[in-house]
């Protein structure tokens, strides 16, 4: 399975996903994304992700997901 590289803007109600690159292993595409953060440093608004699925329909869904914030207990604060 392939590993997307996404640059995504969630300003907008449904998150604007725009494809970067695809990548057969993990490494390259971490690099990649390293890349290009540090070269979009200043827009704060847009991040870069990685994720691994069998196509790119199926990454943009999980991208789509919106999960829920984990529960810090009081000790973890």
Same mark, same amino acid.
Not at 19 to 28: D, G, H, I, R, T
Not at 33 to 40: H, I
């Given at each position: 399975?392939?590993?997307?590289?996404? =640059?995504?803007?969630e300003? !907008?109600?449904? =998150?604007?996903?725009?494809l970067?690159?695809?990548?057969?292993?993990? =490494?390259?595409?971490?690099?990649f /994304?390293?890349e290009?953060?540090? /070269?979009?440093?200043?827009q704060?608004v847009e991040s870069?992700k990685?994720?691994f /699925?069998?196509?790119?329909?199926?990454?943009?869904?999980?991208?789509?997901e919106?999960?829920?914030?984990?529960? !810090? !207990?009081e000790?973890? =604060?």
């Amino acid at each position: 399975m392939p590993y997307f590289v996404y =640059k995504i803007n969630e300003q !907008m109600i449904v =998150k604007d996903l725009n494809l970067l690159a695809e990548f057969e292993n993990f =490494k390259e595409a971490k690099n990649f /994304a390293k890349e290009q953060r540090s /070269a979009n440093a200043d827009q704060t608004v847009e991040s870069i992700k990685v994720i691994f /699925a069998n196509n790119e329909l199926e990454a943009e869904e999980q991208l789509q997901e919106s999960r829920d914030k984990p529960i !810090m !207990m009081e000790w973890e =604060k």
